[in-house]
């Protein structure tokens, strides 16, 4: 039988197929002309890394520091895969987190802070990313909203909280007179989108922690709201890193940064909402209880 001219080919079909598998996936960014094995280059870190165990008469006394919950991957030699933009991925270390921290302490402005974490070679989300996303809305603002990562409309726009949830994010602050073009700065705990909008992991989390944290002193909000319960979690610690967000809602926390003490509560996450609508009651009870607390001068309303 003739074939029909009007319909696609097999070959155009399949491959139509492959994309929307590979969307479905997670895989929507085209990063290099050629694939690159990774499983091939792990498996060469990890021998470098053994044969340079294995040659070291005694543990270094850096090697006996003992790191509190993050779990780093061998420090033998670093991983070198040569990526699109031409930079090269690191194993990250201990050292890359000081590395961050130094930087991220030497920033006297916002501005410093935000030319500081582009030239930040450490993380190697940024390898995968096509935008730093550092923040939006006005730096005067009292209130700061933190939320967990980029996704993949932030990353196309380099802004935080540009997708179906930030859109969310601004009918719930404007609903209580708050908008990030005038009173509410927007930022995230990671600043490079994790490819396929997987969670990121304690290594990636400890090496963007110190430069929010110095963002959160150079903005020196009246308050804080964590939006889910991962950046309530990375940067509160302790207890909260047991609880849901369930729990840690709606509940005021106190995050401290060197002699400063700042307020902060914990709120869902707008993505979440749009799944859940029926949690979104209590996100608005958390709003309103933000614009009082921001509107009574800073202090706490009666329980
Ligand atoms: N979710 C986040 O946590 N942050 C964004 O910027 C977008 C979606």
């Not at 097999?10 to 139509?16: F, I, N, S, T």
């Not at 921001?294 to 329980?303: D, F, K, R």
């Amino acid at each position: 039988m003739p074939s029909d001219p009007t319909s696609p080919s097999p070959g155009l079909e399949a491959a139509a197929a492959l994309l929307d598998w590979y969307a479905a996936m997670g895989v929507d960014v085209t990063l290099a002309d050629r694939p690159f094995d990774r499983f091939d280059d792990s498996a060469k870190a990890k021998a470098a890394a053994e044969s340079q165990a294995a040659r070291r008469q005694s543990p270094q006394p850096d090697d006996r520091r003992p790191m509190p919950a993050v779990e780093f991957p061998s420090q033998g030699a670093p991983a070198r895969p040569v990526v699109a933009t031409g930079q090269t991925a690191q194993v990250p270390t201990e050292a890359t987190v000081m590395q961050a921290r130094a930087a991220a302490q030497s920033a006297k402005t916002l501005d410093e802070l935000k030319d500081l974490l582009q030239a930040f070679d450490g993380c190697n989300l940024k390898l995968t990313a096509k935008n730093t996303v550092f923040a939006d809305g006005n730096p005067a603002s009292k209130l700061m909203l933190i939320g967990e990562a980029p996704g993949r409309d932030e990353d196309i726009e380099g802004r935080p909280f540009v997708g179906r949830s930030g859109q969310l994010l601004d009918r719930m602050l404007n609903a209580i007179g708050y908008s990030r073009s005038h009173n509410a700065y927007i930022a995230n705990v990671i600043y490079w989108r994790p490819p396929g909008n997987r969670d990121p992991s304690d290594v990636e989390i400890a090496i963007c922690r110190p430069f929010i944290l110095r963002q959160i002193e150079l903005i020196d909000p009246a308050l804080i709201v964590f939006l889910g319960a991962q950046p309530a979690k990375a940067l509160l610690g302790g207890e909260a890193v047991k609880q849901g967000i369930n729990k840690l809602r709606g509940h005021w926390c106190d995050l401290e940064i060197g002699n400063k003490r700042f307020k902060a509560l914990p709120t869902f996450h707008p993505a979440y909402l749009l799944r859940t609508p029926i949690k979104k009651r209590e996100a608005w009870r958390d709003f309103l209880t933000a614009k009082v607390f921001l509107e009574n001068g800073g202090m706490p309303p009666p329980a």
